[in-house]
């Protein structure tokens, strides 16, 4: 078995691969990148050592864990070779345009066993969880989508009916014309609305961006991974841009998004 690690900023994400198949995944809490973070990686998953062939780490500095462990080396790869060899692995394209929606996000032009950084936004999860401390008083992801769930973005969004009486193009009339526009003026939204604005917002960037690059990059695929899009809001409002603007085909969230990068790293291990 292959052990694929990613110390990300939030959470650590580990699988075990055998072969070419993702026997197990887990997302923990262990602090950053170091021996002592591996050693619980593996007691949390019951592993020795010895069972395994090859211990693969990438993101969150990992280029500061030793060497080796207990003998056998750590191999280090690197962030856009793990991101985009996991996202082609697990939605069983050959290239793609590999959005990786985490902390921030970073898009990979990805094309077999090849992967380069395209582009990316500061924009991300961090930024989400941020925000909702200071505007809805929690990080608790949870606790925004379910606020978000409940809310209109509209409520603290300024939309093309406010701003020029109704739709432009192929975008409607209820579409954001202004994050976070109405309050300009001297208005108290709801918690659910502000958090549906803040995931609207959020959701929104990251989109464009992606649409944008991929274009760009010369590529028709675009694939989303990372655990950003384990909240269903945030889904939502990406949804919501790939239909405002007619994107085909779809962009793709495979199942195990928020491991692509580890199991990616696992893959590159030789």
């Known amino acids: 078995m292959k052990l694929g690690v990613d110390f990300g900023l939030s959470n650590t994400d580990v699988v075990l691969v055998e ?14 990148a170091s021996a ?10 019951g592993v020795r050592p010895s069972e395994l062939g090859a211990i693969a780490s990438a993101g969150g500095l990992s280029h500061r864990l ?20 996991g996202a082609l692995a697990l939605s069983g394209l050959s290239e793609a345009l590999v959005v990786s929606a985490g902390t921030g996000t970073a898009m990979v032009a990805a094309r ?16 989400l969880l ?19 769930a409940l809310g209109n973005p509209s409520g603290v969004d300024s939309t093309l009916l406010d701003v020029i009486g109704g ?34 917002l959020v959701g929104q960037v990251i989109a464009m961006i992606a649409i944008n690059a991929v274009r760009a990059a010369g590529l ?3 694939v989303i991974v990372g655990h950003l899009p384990d ?18 085909p779809k962009p793709l969230i495979p199942p195990l998004s928020g491991w692509a990068t580890a199991y990616g790293a696992a893959l590159c291990a030789v």
């Open 19 to 32: 072969g070419q198949t993702l026997v197990t995944y887990q997302t923990l809490k262990t602090g950053p």
């Open 36 to 45: 002592e973070a591996l050693a619980k990686v593996l007691q949390t998953l």
């Open 66 to 85: 030793p060497d080796t462990f207990e003998g056998l080396p750590i191999q280090k790869i690197g962030e856009a070779q793990a991101v985009g060899r």
């Open 112 to 127: 077999g066993t090849e992967a380069r950084h395209f582009t990316g936004s500061a924009v991300g999860g961090g930024t």
């Open 130 to 148: 941020g925000l909702s401390r200071l505007l809805l008083g929690t990080a608790d992801p949870l606790e925004v989508a379910r606020l978000a």
């Open 167 to 200: 739709g432009i193009g192929h975008l409607p009339p209820d579409a954001t014309a202004v994050n976070f526009g109405r309050l300009v003026d001297e208005v108290n939204p709801s918690r659910e609305d502000l958090a549906a604005g803040l995931v609207t």
């Open 220 to 222: 028709s695929q675009i």
């Open 231 to 248: 909240l269903e809001p945030v889904r939502r409002a990406f949804e919501r841009v790939w239909y405002f603007y007619q994107i085909e």
